[in-house]
């Protein structure tokens, strides 16, 4: 069975960086794409990112150019790099296998000075 476990979160000041990290555990986890989403409160869930298992990348409209996805899949583990992080883009951070109802437990991303 797969498994999403997401880490890295946490206090950021405005034009700070982090990076998450979405390890997968499970058969074939190099295989498969995974998604990073986010939801702020009081707000829908929204797609961030996504990287497939060829390592094809995709940005969406909140990664405004300030985010990139990555995999190791030595590590099993997908990275989000945030950079430029802004008040806004505070907001629990989940990865999700693609295509599936697979997902973390969600990491807190608080920007705030």
């Known amino acids: 069975q797969v498994q999403l476990v997401e880490s890295g979160g946490g206090l950021v000041q405005p034009g700070g960086s982090l990076r998450l990290s979405c390890t997968v555990s499970g058969s074939g986890t190099s295989r498969f794409g995974v998604a990073w989403y986010r939801q702020a409160p009081g707000k829908q869930r929204e797609l961030v990112a996504a990287?497939?298992?060829?390592?094809?990348?995709n940005y969406y409209e909140s990664a405004e150019g300030r985010f990139a996805i990555s995999r190791d899949n030595a590590k099993s583990t997908v990275y989000l790099q945030m950079n430029g992080l802004k008040p806004e883009d505070t907001a629990v951070y989940s990865c999700n296998k693609l295509g599936t109802s697979v997902w973390g437990q969600g990491t807190q991303v608080t920007v705030s000075s």
């Open positions: 990287i497939t298992g060829s390592g094809y990348t």
